[in-house]
């Protein structure tokens, strides 16, 4: 899927999860719900790091570029070393390594391991790199037009401003970690979910995807998951546009009216 069709995946995928966790009786905060969606919002473009032509590659400029590059060696250098008899040849590293459950698991769990060693910096990190993709993916029209600079202050500013009301006490800081020192582990948690929200949508799609690498299937080990072909679109196409996003922001939708209790 493209970049909007993803995030907005992302995002009604995290108010999905606050409605469930509300059901279950672990209520998320309105700024946890609100900086979650932001956050899985996204963390579902982080896959295409291995991609150069993706929004993440653009989103920082030289330093994601350089960073696509060597994710993309990366990916292809692991692609190569445990391909099995079934899987195809490549010359590249794009819907690899990172379009799989084991990455959005260690990238997840980085990202709290980072806010639990980092403190506030740490978290203030995590927020920016994550609140500028959701604008470049929620706000791709006005991101397209505007500077990379004035992305990255808005990016900034909300991750100081957002890192300020959840420090506040009930706001939650310390959702479903209440043990001292574990506040903002759960940070991990949205970022794990919208990297699987991305490899689902692109398993929707023409090429399917390889998430449970390193799993065998039959003689692949990168085996791409996906519906039956028939039931496959191309990244773009209307029945992303048109049907799929529409889905989304609805869902999102109910899952926010659920979570923060409203009927």
């Given at each position: 899927?493209?970049?909007?069709?993803?995030s907005?995946?992302?995002?009604?995928?995290?108010?999905?999860?606050?409605?469930a966790?509300?059901?279950?009786?672990?209520?998320?905060?309105?700024?946890?719900?609100?900086?979650?969606?932001?956050i899985?919002?996204?963390a579902a473009?982080?896959?295409?790091?291995?991609?150069?032509?993706a929004?993440?590659?653009?989103?920082?400029?030289?330093?994601s570029k350089t960073?696509?590059?060597i994710?993309?060696?990366?990916?292809?250098?692991v692609?190569?070393?445990?391909?099995?008899p079934?899987?195809?040849?490549?010359?590249g590293?794009?819907?690899t390594?990172?379009?799989?459950w084991?990455?959005a698991?260690?990238?997840?769990a980085?990202a709290?391991a980072?806010a639990?060693?980092?403190?506030?910096?740490?978290v203030?990190?995590?927020l920016?790199?994550h609140?500028v993709l959701?604008?470049e993916?929620?706000l791709?029209?006005?991101?397209r037009?505007?500077?990379?600079?004035?992305?990255?202050?808005?990016?900034?500013?909300?991750?100081?401003?957002?890192?300020g009301?959840?420090?506040?006490p009930?706001?939650?800081?310390?959702w479903?970690?209440t043990d001292?020192?574990q506040?903002?582990?759960?940070?991990?948690l949205?970022?794990?979910?919208?990297?699987?929200?991305h490899?689902?949508?692109?398993?929707?799609?023409?090429?399917?995807?390889?998430?449970?690498?390193?799993?065998?299937?039959?003689r692949?080990?990168?085996?791409?998951?996906g519906?039956?072909?028939?039931?496959?679109?191309?990244?773009?196409?209307?029945?992303?546009?048109?049907?799929?996003?529409?889905?989304?922001m609805?869902?999102?939708?109910?899952g926010?009216?659920f979570?923060?209790?409203?009927?």
């Amino acid at each position: 899927m493209m970049g909007p069709a993803h995030s907005l995946s992302g995002a009604a995928a995290w108010l999905g999860v606050g409605a469930a966790a509300t059901a279950a009786g672990y209520t998320m905060p309105w700024p946890v719900l609100v900086v979650g969606a932001l956050i899985c919002a996204g963390a579902a473009l982080a896959p295409d790091l291995d991609h150069k032509a993706a929004t993440i590659s653009r989103a920082f400029g030289p330093v994601s570029k350089t960073l696509c590059e060597i994710v993309d060696k990366l990916s292809y250098a692991v692609y190569k070393s445990t391909r099995k008899p079934g899987d195809p040849r490549r010359t590249g590293g794009h819907r690899t390594l990172t379009h799989t459950w084991l990455w959005a698991v260690l990238i997840g769990a980085g990202a709290s391991a980072i806010a639990y060693t980092g403190g506030r910096w740490g978290v203030l990190a995590i927020l920016f790199v994550h609140l500028v993709l959701a604008v470049e993916g929620l706000l791709w029209k006005a991101a397209r037009v505007s500077s990379d600079v004035l992305v990255w202050l808005l990016g900034a500013t909300s991750a100081w401003m957002l890192a300020g009301i959840l420090d506040q006490p009930g706001n939650g800081a310390n959702w479903l970690f209440t043990d001292p020192g574990q506040e903002y582990l759960w940070l991990g948690l949205p970022i794990i979910l919208g990297a699987l929200v991305h490899d689902i949508g692109d398993a929707l799609t023409v090429s399917g995807c390889p998430i449970l690498w390193p799993i065998p299937l039959g003689r692949k080990r990168w085996y791409p998951i996906g519906p039956p072909k028939a039931m496959r679109f191309r990244a773009g196409a209307w029945v992303e546009v048109k049907v799929l996003m529409p889905v989304f922001m609805l869902l999102g939708g109910v899952g926010a009216v659920f979570a923060l209790n409203l009927v």
